[in-house]
């Protein structure tokens, strides 16, 4: 594989989303619902596997996930996915979430996972990532 097309990809496929923490997300101790955390999570790590790809690409696995401290009600959270490896059909990405006080420059990772990704064909088949592979 070319080694600065990868490190290209890299490069330009690292995604962060930037999110609110509503009520609407919590649980009964007002903090961030683990099922909900995962789902953005599995979300950006998919945007980052495709930009890298740009091909289909669909999650496979999930690695550890560490819910390192709670995430409240209120708080704004940056999601930061990059691609750290690279088969010849699939993919890493992993996923830190950072939490944000609004009012200051406070800003500790909070959860971090990593998450697996295969790229297919038209057929739902596994195709290699790069097209000089196939």
Do not use: C
Request: glycine share 4%.
């Amino acid at each position: 594989m070319n080694t600065l097309l990868i490190q290209k990809r890299e490069e330009i496929s690292e995604t962060r989303v930037a999110k609110m923490v509503f009520p609407s997300t919590t649980n009964h101790y007002d903090t961030l619902f683990g099922g909900e955390a995962l789902k953005w999570m599995d979300e950006v790590a998919y945007i980052a596997a495709t930009r890298f790809a740009r091909k289909q690409v669909v999650t496979i696995s999930t690695e550890q996930v560490d819910f390192k401290r709670p995430i409240p009600s209120g708080i704004l959270v940056e999601l930061v996915a990059r691609v750290v490896k690279v088969g010849r059909t699939s993919l890493k990405v992993e996923v830190d979430i950072f939490l944000e006080e609004l009012y200051s420059d406070k800003r500790e990772k909070a959860i971090t996972g990593a998450f697996n990704f295969v790229a297919i064909d038209e057929n739902k088949k596994p195709t290699p990532i790069f097209d000089d592979e196939a």
